[in-house]
């Protein structure tokens, strides 16, 4: 078992952007990453045999680049066979609050911000993230940015850079964004500078200009039951050929909206994507598509609940995002893993067994096997583990042990 978690191993061709010291304490902040979910970096420093001094200079003074590790890092999960960068995959764009009021002073790098999740003001930066959804229904963390008020001139500039940055690094042939993105600027920047479709959340209150017609009327008037294509589990319109009025001054471009009313669900899925006609095949994929980006939102909380995001203690620019990039590293390393047991059916049981019993999980993912890990670093769980298998009559050869 421990060979299949021996990430040490997986990681030595990172090896070429640290000199040798530096490379053995980065070998032990991955693998505490890795195995501890609530950690110090007295833990980390335990676990690789150094100091906390040690730890602390890996992460705010010692030589090496974030950037060139996270291309090392899309390097390694790219040439797995299920997350090969294709025109065919799209890429989720959203954004979260960090929250930093209550561990350290940060000086000028936070400022207070509204976070969705505790519904109110607080003190802290922004963090943009990016996620690859594959043909194959694999998904992986493209890259992440530190919006800080004092670096950036607005919060508009930041993800014009980002989304361009987004775009350099993946095939995928269109962005997905949430209604909070309405933004015609960025979304024509998407278009015409970066010539990628986008796929946009609207509020039903919107008004849109149809084809050849000079006025304007809500989406809401659309919704009328004669004109709704009747589905299995709901109804949905499809309005082609229209202009959004907000963002005539911008973007002049038809698009097709699209309003998805599911079955017992009070309000309506409204979407836009930069298409003028589009069939009711395609309207339901555009849909499903949208739906399929929520997995962004479950990459933030497992990065924040099981890889310290909101808890580090490292206090420079420099250091945060170094920090920032282990722990998307390690993120992926669980991610290809979780491809690489699915595909050998005697391990795929063993952990689906585990997972059941001990986290009542009945699939396999990437935080359980976080959570797997975090259970065989401990002897007497071990143990445990190992008396639930004999109970359940299944034995592990010893190429896993």
Same mark, same amino acid.
């Given at each position: 078992?421990?060979?299949?978690?021996?990430?040490?191993? +997986?990681?030595?061709?990172?090896?070429?952007?640290?000199?040798?010291?530096?490379?053995?304490?980065? +070998?032990?902040?991955?693998?505490?990453?890795?195995?501890?979910?609530?950690?110090?970096?007295?833990?980390?420093?335990?676990?690789?045999?150094?100091?906390?001094?040690?730890?602390?200079?890996?992460?705010?003074?010692?030589?090496?680049?974030?950037?060139?590790?996270?291309?090392?890092?899309?390097?390694?999960?790219?040439?797995?066979?299920?997350?090969?960068?294709?025109?065919?995959?799209?890429?989720?764009?959203?954004?979260?609050?960090?929250?930093?009021?209550?561990?350290?002073?940060?000086?000028?790098?936070?400022?207070?911000?509204?976070?969705?999740?505790?519904?109110?003001?607080?003190?802290?930066?922004?963090?943009?993230?990016?996620?690859?959804?594959?043909?194959?229904?694999?998904?992986?963390?493209?890259?992440?940015?530190?919006?800080?008020?004092?670096?950036?001139?607005?919060?508009?500039?930041?993800?014009?850079?980002?989304?361009?940055?987004?775009?350099?690094?993946?095939?995928?042939?269109?962005?997905?964004?949430?209604?909070?993105?309405?933004?015609?600027?960025?979304?024509?920047?998407?278009?015409?500078?970066?010539?990628?479709?986008?796929?946009?959340?609207?509020?039903?209150? +919107?008004?849109?200009?149809?084809?050849?017609?000079?006025?304007?009327?809500?989406?809401?008037?659309?919704?009328?039951?004669?004109?709704?294509?009747?589905?299995?589990?709901?109804?949905?319109?499809?309005?082609?050929?229209?202009?959004?009025?907000?963002?005539?001054?911008?973007?002049?471009?038809?698009?097709?909206?699209?309003?998805?009313?599911?079955?017992?669900?009070?309000?309506?899925?409204?979407?836009?994507?930069?298409?003028?006609?589009?069939?009711?095949?395609?309207?339901?994929?555009?849909?499903?598509?949208?739906?399929?980006?929520?997995?962004?939102?479950?990459?933030?909380?497992?990065?924040?609940?099981?890889?310290?995001?909101?808890?580090?203690?490292?206090?420079?620019?420099?250091?945060?995002?170094?920090?920032?990039?282990?722990?998307?590293?390690?993120?992926?390393?669980?991610?290809?893993?979780?491809?690489?047991?699915?595909?050998?059916?005697?391990?795929?049981?063993?952990?689906?067994?585990?997972?059941?019993?001990?986290?009542?999980?009945?699939?396999?993912?990437?935080?359980?096997?976080?959570?797997?890990?975090?259970?065989?670093?401990?002897?007497?769980?071990?143990?445990?583990?190992?008396?639930?298998?004999?109970?359940?009559?299944?034995?592990?050869?010893?190429?896993?042990?």
């Amino acid at each position: 078992m421990k060979k299949v978690f021996n990430f040490k191993q +997986q990681i030595k061709h990172f090896s070429q952007m640290f000199d040798k010291r530096t490379y053995k304490t980065f +070998q032990g902040v991955v693998d505490g990453i890795a195995k501890l979910r609530n950690w110090t970096q007295a833990d980390l420093a335990c676990l690789s045999d150094k100091t906390v001094r040690q730890i602390q200079y890996f992460f705010d003074k010692a030589k090496w680049s974030f950037q060139q590790l996270n291309e090392f890092r899309l390097r390694f999960v790219r040439n797995k066979a299920d997350f090969r960068d294709r025109k065919s995959d799209f890429v989720a764009l959203d954004g979260s609050t960090m929250k930093k009021d209550s561990d350290a002073s940060f000086g000028n790098l936070v400022g207070y911000m509204y976070s969705n999740k505790d519904k109110k003001t607080v003190n802290g930066f922004h963090l943009y993230g990016a996620s690859v959804q594959t043909k194959t229904g694999r998904k992986y963390i493209l890259d992440f940015m530190l919006f800080f008020k004092e670096k950036w001139l607005s919060e508009f500039d930041a993800w014009i850079s980002f989304a361009t940055k987004v775009a350099a690094k993946s095939k995928a042939w269109i962005l997905v964004l949430d209604r909070g993105f309405r933004s015609k600027y960025l979304l024509a920047h998407i278009y015409h500078k970066l010539r990628r479709m986008f796929l946009v959340r609207l509020c039903a209150t +919107q008004h849109v200009i149809c084809n050849g017609q000079k006025k304007s009327k809500s989406i809401k008037s659309f919704l009328a039951n004669k004109d709704a294509i009747q589905l299995e589990k709901g109804k949905i319109w499809i309005i082609e050929n229209i202009v959004i009025k907000a963002w005539k001054e911008v973007f002049k471009e038809p698009v097709t909206v699209i309003i998805y009313h599911a079955n017992g669900f009070k309000n309506p899925l409204t979407i836009c994507i930069s298409q003028a006609q589009m069939t009711l095949e395609e309207a339901i994929f555009f849909v499903n598509m949208y739906f399929r980006r929520w997995k962004i939102e479950q990459l933030f909380k497992e990065l924040k609940s099981y890889f310290r995001f909101e808890k580090f203690k490292v206090l420079s620019h420099e250091a945060i995002k170094k920090y920032l990039y282990i722990a998307i590293l390690v993120h992926t390393l669980f991610t290809t893993k979780e491809s690489e047991i699915e595909r050998i059916p005697i391990l795929k049981k063993v952990f689906l067994c585990i997972l059941k019993a001990k986290r009542n999980i009945k699939e396999i993912t990437a935080i359980g096997l976080k959570l797997v890990l975090e259970m065989l670093s401990f002897d007497t769980s071990l143990k445990s583990i190992m008396q639930l298998l004999q109970k359940k009559n299944l034995t592990l050869s010893y190429e896993f042990l």
